[in-house]
T-cell receptor, first 113, second 116 residues
């Protein structure tokens, strides 16, 4: 049972344009959401996070939006740069009872110069 | 501090052999996680420690897998009687003292296991 889903395995975007990566979840107990970026032969690195008390969090070129009623979050990258080409994972965790994280399957972003 | 380190980076073993991986978290990070990642999938939770206590273990983890963190610093993950299905990237991550769910995990580069 995949509790966190990233339905787009890949995405190509022109440099300078907006990249939108989507993530859906099924467990209503999830209250914390994080996005990670992964380059080949490296471990994932943290990008941005959001808790369920917010619907938006912004950090430079990266903005995460959370729609709790739809159990959907998205990561916007504006403007996209070739160095953003990587695999992006969303991860979720409930607010209590565990410090366990559930990751999605990832979306490979390619930013074309 | 150079971040989370994992050793070895690559391991090739024959089916039926035992393997052990080591993870050194960032100093004073009290929570340590192990994940497994296969091709086309995200990191899959295996287990986590708070200091030396193993607090949660995935139901997907068979009895052939065991993890330890004896002094609350480095951790080892052992796989006994390896099977071809164990071939994967094994990732370790740590979180600082006091970090809550919203706190980022710091990942190591992973150990790639190939079982022939």
């Amino acid at each position: 049972d995949q509790q966190v889903k990233q339905n787009s395995p890949s995405l190509s975007v022109q440099e300078g344009r907006i990249s939108i990566l989507n993530c859906d979840y099924t467990n209503s107990m999830f209250d914390y959401f994080l996005w990670y970026k992964k380059y080949p032969a490296e471990g994932p690195t943290f990008l941005i996070s959001i808790s369920s008390i917010k619907d938006k969090n912004e950090d430079g070129r990266f903005t995460v939006f959370l729609n709790k009623s739809a159990k959907h979050l998205s990561l916007h990258i504006v403007p996209s740069q070739p160095g953003d080409s990587a695999v992006y994972f969303c991860a979720a965790s409930p607010s209590s009872g565990t410090y366990k994280y559930i990751f999605g399957t990832g979306t490979r972003l390619k930013v074309l110069a | 501090d150079t971040g989370v380190s994992q050793d070895p980076r690559h391991k090739i073993t024959k089916r039926g052999q035992n393997v052990t991986f080591r993870c050194d978290p960032i100093s004073e990070h009290n929570r340590l996680y192990w994940y497994r990642q296969t091709l086309g999938q995200g990191p899959e939770f295996l287990t986590y420690f708070q200091n030396e206590a193993q607090l949660e273990k995935s139901r997907l983890l068979s009895d052939r897998f065991s993890a330890e963190r004896p002094k609350g610093s480095f951790s080892t993950l052992e796989i006994q009687r390896t099977e071809q299905g164990d071939s994967a990237m094994y990732l370790c991550a740590s979180i600082p003292l006091g970090g809550g769910q919203i706190y980022e995990q710091y990942f190591g580069p992973g150990t790639r296991l190939t079982v022939t």
